[in-house]
Structure formats: structure tokens, C-alpha cells
T-cell receptor
Framework: NAGVTQTPKFQVLKTGQSMTLQCAQD?????MSWYRQDPGMGLRLIHY???????DQGEVPNGYNVSRSTTEDFPLRLLSAAPSQTSVYFC?????????????FGPGTRLLVL | AQTVTQSQPEMSVQEAETVTLSCTYD???????LFWYKQPPSRQMILVIR??????QNATENRFSVNFQKAAKSFSLKISDSQLGDAAMYFC???????????FGKGTKLSVKP
């Protein structure tokens, strides 16, 4: 099993550009989530999904969109990148909701918005 | 609102010694899980240990154990026989709301001296 994979590993964007961060898991997990990690802030939940077709907002959802068309994939879209979105982004998955099960994290995507 | 406090931004321990990392949290849930995650310099998030709140017995995992005080909402991590590979950021993660998500603390950076 590859576990949770994320692409790209590193990306530089200009303010106003859009992009999609990819996340995929091959463990047949129902629950998937996106976090951002800023220095001194720990991980903050952006969006999460409890199954295909179901998504909901987390703690810091503004500026991000998600969709879940399949169990395996959970892409995160930045519609119009801003410097405040410079961060490290982690995707995670678990069999059930992340508060009940061990979450498996991807390696992270480092995003720099100029 | 759910909160989590890791009051020690940095800790240092001598190799082979024991260190305890503290965590306090606030939740209105009665049945929940608590987690400690480790993040080494590689940035990969790795589960260290999990505690189920309804269990009175403290969880242990090899050299790692917790001191869980449910009434006090305290969840500390004890690392025995510290090894150089234990050097990392450690994040406490209690429940965030009733949707099955987690909230992460700001982390404690652990250094291990040879």
C-alpha cells in the first residue's frame, strides 16, 4: 500500500493564481481531511469528508474548496492564492472519523505564495 | 470552544532518561479519544499513542505511556529511556466538537542530548 500520497511536494504560486493540491489514499478509508500547518500554530483543519459526496468545513475553510467524488481522492483547491495561504498542507485519512481512529498523514505539500 | 494547551514549547532530555510532555484540553464530549502525534524533521506526522477516554487504564506503547486524568482534562506523554530518534515535535490532539475531528496543540519540541 502507498498509504496517503500528496502532490506536488512543493509549489510556488503568484498571488491570484489558482491550483489544486492532490491527495489520494489506497486504504479504503471513509474519512479524509486537509490541514494546514503554520509556524507555531500546530495543525488546523481546513475541510474534511466522511465519505464520497460528503464534505464539510473545518476551522479555517475560507479560500479553499474541496470535493469528494471517489473514496480514494480528496483534492484541495485554492481559487485565488493569497500570501496568507503560504503554509505546509497535510492530507490525512482514517477508517472512521478522525477523532475516533488513527489518522494516516501524507508527506505534506509546501506552498509558497508570492 | 474546544481548546488544547501544550505549555512547554521546548523540552530537553538526556539520552536514556525520562521526560514528560504536558497537555491540557477542554471538551464537552463524554466519550472520545485522545492522541499524541510525533513530527520529526522529515515533517511526517506519526501516531505515538492513543487513549480512549472511557478506559481508566492509561495507554502504553513500548517506551511511551500516558497519564490521563479525565476529570482534570489532562493528557501527558511520558517517554522512558529516551533515544536520539525521539527528537521531534510532539502534538497533543484531543477531540474538536462532535463531528469526529481533532484539534491539535501548538506542539512541544523535544531535543535529546547524547
Amino acid at each position: 500500500n502507498a498509504g496517503v500520497t500528496q502532490t506536488p511536494k512543493f509549489q510556488v504560486l503568484k498571488t491570484g493564481q489558482s491550483m489544486t493540491l492532490q491527495c489520494a489514499q489506497d486504504m479504503n478509508h471513509e474519512y479524509m481531511s486537509w490541514y494546514r500547518q503554520d509556524p507555531g500554530m500546530g495543525l488546523r483543519l481546513i475541510h474534511y469528508s466522511v465519505g464520497a459526496g460528503i464534505t464539510d468545513q473545518g476551522e479555517v475553510p475560507n479560500g479553499y474548496n474541496v470535493s469528494r467524488s471517489t473514496t480514494e481522492d480528496f483534492p484541495l483547491r485554492l481559487l485565488s492564492a493569497a500570501p496568507s495561504q503560504t503554509s505546509v498542507y497535510f492530507c490525512a485519512s482514517s477508517y472512521r472519523a478522525g477523532g475516533q481512529e488513527t489518522q494516516y498523514f501524507g508527506p505534506g505539500t509546501r506552498l509558497l505564495v508570492l | 470552544a474546544q481548546t488544547v494547551t501544550q505549555s512547554q514549547p521546548e523540552m530537553s532530555v538526556q539520552e536514556a532518561e525520562t521526560v514528560t510532555l504536558s497537555c491540557t484540553y477542554d471538551t464537552s464530549e463524554s466519550d472520545y479519544y485522545l492522541f499524541w502525534y510525533k513530527q520529526p524533521p522529515s515533517r511526517q506526522m506519526i501516531l505515538v499513542i492513543r487513549q480512549e477516554a472511557y478506559k481508566q487504564q492509561n495507554a502504553t506503547e513500548n517506551r511511551f505511556s500516558v497519564n490521563f486524568q479525565k476529570a482534570a482534562k489532562s493528557f501527558s506523554l511520558k517517554i522512558s529511556d529516551s533515544q536520539l530518534g525521539d527528537a521531534a515535535m510532539y502534538f497533543c490532539a484531543p477531540p474538536r466538537g462532535s463531528q469526529g475531528n481533532l484539534i491539535f496543540g501548538k506542539g512541544t519540541k523535544l531535543s535529546v542530548k547524547p
